[in-house]
């Protein structure tokens, strides 16, 4: 069992930046695949950002790629999301997620994650 807790939501003007925390509770998180969803308002959750478990190997989705960047520190149990440049439709609960799956690349189909956090709220504001 994987117990995770994000933190670091919040209000952001658009332009903004964000650093999104989540915390694991298992020394053995060096060897899950670690993802952020998020779930906009009234919309179905949907893939951010995906880390392999060895090598750090990382995939974004298109609306996010190239201002949003996904990291793990092993040594902490922590997965980050750093989010730049933030734009209205980013606001969404923004969840971390954890599989025992293990590509040699991360994972970002929701059914292949094991353990979900409760998320944290990102508001950007126009």
């Known amino acids: 069992q994987v117990q995770l807790v994000e933190s670091g939501g919040g209000l952001v003007q658009a332009g903004g930046s964000l650093r999104l925390s989540c915390a694991a509770s298992r020394r053995t998180f060096s060897g899950y695949t670690m993802a952020w969803f998020r779930q906009p308002p009234g919309k179905e959750r949907e893939f951010v950002a995906t880390?392999?478990?060895?090598?750090?190997?990382?995939y974004y989705a298109d609306s996010v790629k190239g201002r949003f960047t996904i990291s793990r520190d092993n040594a902490k149990n922590s997965l980050y999301l750093q989010m730049n440049s933030l734009k209205p439709e980013d606001t969404a609960v923004y969840y971390c997620a954890a599989s025992a799956l293990r590509p040699n690349s991360g994972i970002s189909t929701q059914r292949s994650y094991d353990y979900w956090g409760q998320g944290t709220q990102v508001t950007v504001s126009s």
């Open positions: 880390i392999s478990w060895i090598g750090g190997r990382t």
